[in-house]
Each structure stands twice: as C-alpha cells, then as structure tokens.
C-alpha cells in the first residue's frame, strides 16, 4: 500500500508541475475575435480555462465601414438569452451599443466599433459556471444572426 501512495503522490506532483508555468496561463485568459464588413465574426467559438481569475477579450474590427453602418460589438449572455438580448438591445440605440440598460442577462461586453478599430474587456470569471452554457454575440441591430458563437469555460 505503502509504495502505491508513493506513486499516487509522485504523479499528482508531475501533474501540477506541467500546469505550473504562469505566463503561459496568463495567456490563455487572453482570446482575440475579428469582425468584418461581410457582418461575420472570424472564429465560431472561444474557450478559456477555468483556471483563470479574469479574461479579456479584445474585438477588431478588419473592415472599413463606420460603426453605424456596420458596427461590431461582443456581448457574453448565458446561451438561451442570445435572441432576447439581442432583441432588447434594438431599441437602446448605438449610444448604448444596441444593449438595453441595465440588462443583466448581458454578464460582460465591450463598446461597439467600426472598421479600423479595436476594443477589449476584462472582466473575472467568478460570474461564470465552469462547463457552463455560454454565448457570445453581436448586438448590432440584425447582426446576431450570423454574429455569434460558444463561449467555454472549463
Ligand atoms: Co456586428
């Protein structure tokens, strides 16, 4: 029994030495998307590791029309509440980058931009279920239905 411990041991010290680096996990807490002129996100879904204590997620726009054109912004929501966000966000106008105020089902977003230009936010994952259903999306008027995808956490 002795010797089986010993082993038991000895593996879950390998196993917290291999996550161990820092800088690499501090990277991984950081994820990029790009928005385009063809109203298209570049990636269908992002993931990010539970272990991390804040994520920022930065936005570019690649295209070159202006944000009341063809604006982008990215909002996180539980995944049910895409189309109810979206929806509500319509009427808030591009003041309050197409989210209705105080809307709390929108858990972390950025500002809406145009063509040229970049956005990030941070925010901490306590508010996140890891292995939770996540989504992303954007609110611009009539972009969510192409602009959105998964967001794990896990
Ligand atoms: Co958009």
Redesign the pocket.
Known sequence: MKTIHHTLAAATLLGALAITPRAHAADACKVEIS?NDM?QFDKQSLAVPATCKDITVTLHHTGKLAKDV????WVLVSTPDVAAVASAGIGAGIANTYIQPGDKRVLAHTSIIGGGETTSVTFPTAALKAGGSYSYL?T?PG?SAL?HGTFKIG
């Open positions: 928005g109203m063809m604006g982008h912004d954007c611009f972009h602009m």
